[in-house]
């Protein structure tokens, strides 16, 4: 039931997540406001509004009659103190109430982490909030990991023989959208939504293989050997760079294969599988006439 009767106020909003977040409110029949970079000319999309959380000139806009925020980290921000939690303290003098987190599974122990950082400020801020601490998407090997499967007929993390409950995105997001949409029975509730099985990577590589119909193997490079490949042939941002690893070394450790039935919980339906949602996803890791073979490295 929709139970939010002002604007909600989404960032990330074109990410994985944040963009069936949106959906699942406009469904419900939500006042949505999606967040979005400001454009350096012509004007916003209908139903957008411009907000950077390293701008202050455009908070007052984004945040006007808003109760409902969902917040995302934008993976280039690192220093969250300085360059993303002064935004949520403008929000929360502007009135608004309940901030849904995007964190990560484990949050809770990887005090290194932005996101803890941001969990602990929201704990102590005196807004109601809800962490939703997925665990790994499986979106991410469509995305992020596309090239290296795509071109290289590979999956290279640092995970180790490690399992890991791969999540869908849309499932998040229906987490997410429900906390938003009656955030009075979420407040101060940290969900983990999980997909409904934990797999190795080698096993991964072994559902992309039967989907694609081509071999896929997986290869972990070591932490050090991973840092320089996110950094020279996936091009990552140092600080994201940093971000998977420790999230990559929670599967290496054995730590991200806790499985929860969170998403059913919450939503009443099941969880995708890894299959399912590769299925859906194989277009990102099929080869292109100009790259038949993939591409060598």
Aim: aromatic letters at 8%; one cysteine or more.
């Amino acid at each position: 039931m929709y139970r939010t009767c002002m604007p909600v106020l989404v960032t990330g909003s074109s990410g994985n997540v944040g963009r069936w977040v949106g959906e699942e409110l406009h469904a419900a029949g939500a006042d949505v406001r999606c967040a979005v970079r400001p454009p350096s000319s012509g004007q916003l999309p209908e139903g957008t509004v411009g907000f950077d959380f390293t701008d202050e000139r455009t908070w007052a806009a984004a945040f006007a009659g808003v109760r409902a925020l969902f917040l995302v980290r934008p993976p280039a921000i690192g220093n969250v103190r300085r360059d993303l939690l002064p935004a949520v303290a403008a929000a929360r003098e502007a009135g608004v109430e309940h901030v849904v987190f995007l964190s990560i599974q484990g949050a809770d122990r990887l005090r290194v982490v932005p996101h803890a950082t941001v969990e602990r400020w929201l704990q102590g801020s005196g807004l109601g909030w809800t962490f939703v601490r997925p665990s790994f998407f499986t979106q991410n090997l469509s995305t992020t990991h596309a090239p290296d499967i795509r071109d290289r007929d590979e999956v290279v993390v640092p995970a180790g023989r490690g399992r890991t409950a791969f999540v869908d995105t849309r499932d998040v997001a229906a987490v997410a959208a429900a906390a938003l949409l009656d955030p009075a029975a979420h407040r101060d509730q940290a969900w983990t939504p999980t997909g409904p099985e934990a797999l190795t990577y080698t096993e991964v590589a072994d559902v992309l293989t039967d989907v694609l119909g081509r071999p896929i193997t997986y290869r972990d490079p070591g932490l050090p050997g991973w840092f320089r490949h996110a950094r020279t042939v996936l091009g990552m941002p140092v600080g994201m760079a940093v971000v998977t690893a420790a999230i990559y070394t929670t599967a290496r450790l054995g730590l991200a294969a806790g499985l929860t039935d969170h998403v059913e919980q919450v939503t009443g339906r099941p969880p995708a599988s890894v299959r399912t949602t590769a299925v859906r996803e194989q277009a990102a890791w099929r080869r292109t006439p100009e790259n038949p073979r993939g591409g060598q490295s």
